[in-house]
């Protein structure tokens, strides 16, 4: 299970940090990141964690915005979002998915979802 928390209004410019706590299972162990939705759009991979190297893959879009993190102690994710832009505004969702899938942008690869976290940014 994921549980998301964090998000909220923040102005243009601002800074969030969403975070994700896992139960049950270790994310050690699984394929891990964090995509984004906007009504009436494809959800969106903005940011994966690779398990091989521990390296940090991310969208165009947050490229040099955002920053992913993991605390195994804690079986938790973090996304921190730095200079926030109206187009950030989505639903943000943590997943977990099978270890092959480890760095994949592609939402069919993931299939443990959290709830969501709403994230708007607006002045």
């Known amino acids: 299970q994921l549980v998301e928390s964090g998000g909220g209004l923040v102005q243009p410019g601002g800074s969030l940090r969403l975070s994700c706590a896992a139960s049950?299972?270790?994310?050690?162990?699984?394929?891990i990141g964090w995509f984004r939705q906007v009504p009436g759009k494809e959800r969106e991979g903005i940011s994966f964690?690779?398990?091989?190297?521990?390296?940090?893959n991310y969208a165009d879009s947050v490229k040099g915005r955002f920053t992913i993190s993991r605390d195994n102690a804690k079986n938790s994710l973090y996304l921190q979002m730095n200079s926030l832009k109206p187009e950030d505004t989505a639903v943000y969702y943590c997943?977990?998915?099978?270890?092959?899938?480890?760095?994949?942008?592609?939402?069919?690869?993931?299939?443990?979802w959290g709830q969501g976290t709403q994230v708007t940014v607006s002045s």
């Open positions: 997943a977990a998915g099978p270890s092959k899938y480890s760095g994949s942008y592609y939402y069919g690869h993931y299939d443990v």
């Open positions: 049950g299972s270790t994310l050690d162990y699984y394929a």
């Open positions: 964690i690779k398990r091989s190297d521990g390296s940090a």
